[in-house]
């Protein structure tokens, strides 16, 4: 038997203020978007930003629906929009924040891991790594440069 060991690395800001602007204003966007989600059920808000490489942002909240299995994050609706409408548009950087109706979340919030295949799917497609920025409501925003600090043993057409 061998053992594996698996190192991630995360940059940590204890502020937005601490942020580039390019991504202040990347995750101003996602917190807007994330008071528009629909979350009667959970309650979990969720907004998504994306920047392209054509420079235009594409935003996505979470959707629910009283079928659980049948709504949709906000990172999936953003990413499914941006392929939609921008497909030759590849996906530089992503902005995520979650808030509790319930509580304050004060810890950074990263994508399910059903988002995370996503994400993974578009980092694999455009050969290219996405940076992404995660938060709670308040709080520190962790940074990673890649999904795959995030889901190391990532799944793709390689195995199919």
Do not use: H, W
């Not at 061998?2 to 202040?24: A, C």
């Not at 008071?35 to 909240?61: E, I």
């Not at 629906?65 to 030759?88: D, H, K, M, T, W």
């Not at 950087?93 to 295949?117: F, L, V, Y």
């Amino acid at each position: 038997m061998k053992n594996i060991t698996i190192n991630t690395q995360l940059s940590v800001f204890d502020t937005l203020q601490e942020l580039p602007q390019e991504i202040q204003n990347l995750m101003e966007q996602a917190v807007a978007i994330r008071k528009k989600a629909y979350a009667p059920y959970s309650k979990f808000r969720v907004g998504a930003a994306l920047l392209l490489d054509n420079g235009k942002v594409v935003l996505g909240s979470n959707q629910e629906n009283a079928a659980y299995p049948s709504g949709l994050c906000a990172e999936r609706v953003a990413i499914f929009q941006a392929g939609a409408v921008y497909p030759e548009a590849r996906i530089v950087k992503m902005a995520i924040t979650a808030a509790s109706d319930s509580n304050q979340t004060q810890s950074p919030i990263p994508p399910c891991g059903a988002c995370r295949q996503s994400i993974a799917e578009y980092e694999f497609k455009q050969d290219q790594p996405i940076e992404i920025y995660f938060m709670g409501e308040i709080g520190a925003i962790y940074k990673s440069d890649s999904l795959k600090n995030l889901l190391p043993f990532t799944f793709d057409k390689n195995f199919l």
